[in-house]
């Protein structure tokens, strides 16, 4: 698809990725409808979408909600006049122990990361199909394709229901003219951590993982599963972009990612084991760090 010209929304955009590829397509072009519940951070993506030149629309934006996301689509229609590129980035990770995670949590990330996707498309789809042209874009991550590199089950649970949900919508929409992208990013630059719930063990090492993941906040190369590349939502945004024009479904942020998924399909078994002695190595460090703090 030639971006140049056509209007996008994308939602979770007023900062990370999201933010990342509204201004990639407006480099490229595209007039961008942002939402969002965060709107200082629109207003501040909006501005630099306009000083690219580009027409852009904030609307702010509870994906959790299909009247909310029916709302943007009713707001986009009316004041651009058409849309041609639906990105369904908005999400949100939570981590802990799974015997720990409560119900309601459960229902916080799948109507964030899961349902979001699926009300974008319910809502979108019949206009796309109808005018037989158009590009759905869904951010999932390199958790949906190997499950084993995020311990957070609930997390990698979305991830992987957002890649099978893409491949089956891709499968649907195939020489119907609407192409189909699914991101699955690794370690990128953002602040998803400062969003992140995280579920407390009450093991009494509660405040010692606290500082722990600060660390490796601050410092992401020195979490224990080296070597590690961390890039930047930038290029994220890049890769979006691009998949759009050349109509590309399966976005890989990082080439060690490609490598591990690789090694799911040839072994699952010692992948899990691998993992599971990187994760010991974290309490290791956990329980080290927590006797630095007595």
Request: proline share 2%.
């Amino acid at each position: 698809m030639d971006i140049q010209g056509k209007v996008a929304v994308v939602t979770g955009s007023g900062s990370g990725i999201g933010k990342a590829i509204a201004l990639s397509l407006a480099k490229e072009g595209a007039d961008v409808v942002l939402a969002d519940i965060n709107e200082a951070g629109m207003k501040e993506v909006s501005e630099e979408i306009i000083k690219l030149g580009r027409k852009t629309l904030s609307v702010k934006t509870d994906v959790a909600k299909l009247e909310s996301i029916q709302n943007l689509f009713d707001q986009t229609l009316a004041e651009m006049g058409k849309v041609d590129i639906l990105v369904n980035n908005a999400g949100v990770h939570m981590s802990g122990p799974f015997n720990k995670v409560t119900l309601d949590d459960w229902k916080w990330m799948m109507d964030i990361n899961v349902w979001s996707v699926i009300y974008g498309v319910h809502v979108f789809l019949p206009y796309f199909l109808e005018k037989g042209a158009g590009h759905i874009v869904n951010t999932a991550s390199i958790a949906g394709q190997v499950g084993v590199l995020d311990a957070a089950v609930p997390y990698t649970t979305t991830k992987f229901a957002v890649v099978g949900f893409s491949e089956s919508l891709a499968l649907f929409l195939n020489k119907k003219g609407i192409g189909v992208t699914v991101i699955c990013p690794g370690v990128v630059e953002t602040n998803i951590g400062k969003g992140s719930r995280r579920i407390k063990a009450e093991d009494g090492l509660d405040e010692a993982r606290e500082k722990l993941y600060a660390s490796f906040s601050e410092n992401p190369q020195s979490r224990p599963q080296r070597p590690f590349q961390v890039i930047s939502a930038r290029d994220v945004g890049n890769m979006a972009a691009n998949a759009i024009k050349e109509n590309k479904f399966l976005v890989i942020t990082h080439e060690e990612d490609k490598k591990n998924i690789q090694k799911r399909a040839n072994d699952i078994q010692r992948l899990i084991q691998r993992r599971a002695d990187v994760v010991s190595e974290r309490e290791v460090m956990i329980h080290k760090l927590l006797q630095t703090m007595k």
